[in-house]
């Protein structure tokens, strides 16, 4: 079965400078999906960005931009100019290519605070 | 945009009682989800359903049901309510193809049991 795991539980930025949220992930595909969700206070989890394994260009969305490492199997979420409304759980997300029913398996998450 | 409604923010049941958590979505999709969310464990999927009348067991299904009669709406049924199911519970549906579809999430249930 696949794992993901993120090894910060907290994470704390002062607005406008740049973090890195980490993920790793174990999985004996070679072709498969991941994914980085937000859920502010709101609950409401957002899709943030997506990565397609077999890219080997790193996906960016605006302020967020991912650094995969296939081989090391690592995804990590950059997150620049940080703003307020940044502050939320984040989750990293990964789903097998073959996956007929379309289910993620989710990282335990990262808190990151944003300092005014 | 997609909408995921579920039925309710906040719940709060005795142990024993059973529970039913609702989830409809607006958009037609396929597939519907039942995750539970803890702190520390991110989440975790209880059952999927890909059709109506259809369903899958996911990493933590004991303790749980589901049921999907009709394509839009997926509950989730706690047959006997334990403290031990206390926690957050996320619905989500995605489209059939497209493997590329993210997941849509409703705001989540927040069920407490005493």
């Known amino acids: 079965a696949q794992t993901v795991t993120q090894s910060q539980p907290e994470m704390s930025v002062q607005e406008a400078e740049t973090v890195t949220l980490s993920c790793t992930y174990d999985?004996?595909?070679?072709?498969?999906?991941l994914f980085w969700y937000k859920q502010p206070p709101s609950r409401q989890m957002i899709l943030v960005i997506r990565?397609?394994?077999?890219?080997?260009q790193n996906a960016t969305e605006n302020r967020f931009s991912v650094n995969f490492q296939k081989a090391a199997k690592s995804f990590s979420l950059k997150i620049s100019d940080s703003q307020l409304g940044d502050a939320a759980m984040y989750f990293c997300?990964?789903?097998?290519?073959?996956?007929?029913?379309?289910?993620?398996?989710f990282g335990g998450g990262t808190r990151l605070m944003v300092k005014p | 945009d997609v909408k995921v409604t579920q039925s309710s923010r906040y719940l709060v049941k005795r142990t024993g009682e059973k529970v039913f958590l609702e989830c409809v979505q607006d958009?037609?999709?396929?597939?519907m989800f039942w995750y539970r969310q803890d702190p520390g464990l991110g989440l975790r999927l209880i059952y999927f359903?890909?059709?109506?009348?259809?369903?899958e067991k996911g990493d933590i299904p004991e303790g749980y049901s589901v049921s999907r009669e009709k394509k839009e709406r997926f509950s989730l049924i706690l047959e006997s309510a334990s403290t031990n199911q206390t926690s957050m519970y996320l619905c989500?549906?995605?489209?059939?193809?497209?493997?590329?579809?993210?997941?849509?999430f409703g705001n989540g249930t927040r069920l407490t049991v005493t």
């Open positions: 989500a549906s995605s489209l059939w193809a497209g493997r590329r579809s993210p997941l849509h």
């Open positions: 999985t004996s595909e070679s072709d498969y999906y």
């Open positions: 990565q397609e394994a077999y890219k080997q």
């Open positions: 997300a990964y789903r097998n290519i073959n996956n007929a029913g379309n289910m993620l398996t």
């Open positions: 958009m037609d999709h396929e597939n």
């Open positions: 359903s890909y059709d109506v009348k259809m369903k």
